[in-house]
């Protein structure tokens, strides 16, 4: 199912924080959302699964508005994962998880044996499957982070919309969610701070800057040495990754744009006394 989103504008307390925004997600396609903190990520998606209303503009299911599908049928065809994300449930892993299936039930319907099932696959998928009994509060927040996306899977969704899923994450687990989400195949709108995460996974990205979109295409389109000083204000440099061929953006940590690293050079040795770099005295 693809997912449209048409001059979204979203204001807090009279203040726009997100304007005129449009972005897409082919059905299939994993879109990414990158932009420095602020820049209106998460408000996208918060309007995307309902949890804001926009000023202005729609979100489009198969191009319908989301506003006119009820909420029991909007859940069928978008599970979130947010950044708010509880973790003082009084409840068991399983018993998170089901509460995915909570959009197929009729009112005070128990569970039946397919609810189950879809629980027991959804676990398995993110790796939880020996930790259904065990209480969610009890979890570390990695663990959280996976029980919250098998709920979001035993949902089983058109569309998925993940805020920062990888927080919290070590880097083998990363890795494996970030190749869930590919073998899934779902249409997938995801917010990332992870400049490589994002050029690895997502097929799409729409970079965002004070609450509108600045750019938007493949990866290598996107991202840029320009793009990467003028959005993010970093001195980066874009070359292909030697095992997967993706871009890879290797981050100057020593100075951001604009402005050029002090200490030793390359080779480990002073600048020569009286010497100015150019860079240097470009930015004064």
Aim: charged share 25%; hydrophobic share 40%; aromatic share 4%.
């Amino acid at each position: 199912m693809n997912l449209g989103i048409e001059n979204l504008r979203v204001s807090y307390s009279g203040r726009t924080v997100v304007a005129g925004v449009h972005l897409v997600a082919a059905d299939g396609e994993i879109a990414g959302l990158i932009g420095p903190n602020g820049s209106g990520k998460s408000t996208v998606l918060r309007t995307v699964y309902r949890h804001l209303r926009p000023c202005a503009g729609r979100v489009l299911l198969a191009g319908t508005d989301i506003r006119e599908l009820s909420p029991a049928r909007a859940a069928r065809h978008v599970a979130a994962l947010p950044q708010e994300r509880g973790s003082d449930f009084e409840l068991s892993v399983y018993e998170v998880v089901a509460m995915g299936r909570t959009p197929y039930k009729r009112a005070f319907a128990g569970e039946i044996g397919e609810d189950r099932e879809i629980v027991g696959r959804s676990l398995e998928r993110v790796g939880m499957a020996g930790h259904a009994e065990r209480r969610f509060s009890a979890l570390s927040g990695g663990e959280r982070q996976r029980v919250l996306l098998a709920r979001a899977f035993a949902q089983e969704p058109d569309v998925l919309v993940l805020d920062e899923p990888t927080n919290h994450l070590d880097i083998l687990h990363q890795v494996e969610l970030l190749a869930l989400l590919r073998a899934e195949r779902r249409t997938t709108l995801i917010a990332l701070h992870d400049l490589n995460a994002a050029a690895s996974l997502c097929d799409r990205l729409h970079v965002l800057r004070d609450g509108s979109v600045v750019a938007s295409g493949m990866p290598r389109e996107v991202l840029t040495p320009g793009l990467l000083a003028e959005v993010f204000g970093v001195r980066a440099g874009v070359t292909e990754h030697p095992l997967t061929g993706d871009p890879l953006i290797a981050i100057d940590h020593r100075a951001p744009a604009g402005e050029a690293p002090s200490g030793p050079g390359p080779a480990g040795q002073e600048e020569p006394a009286g010497q100015e770099e150019p860079a240097a005295s470009a930015s004064k």
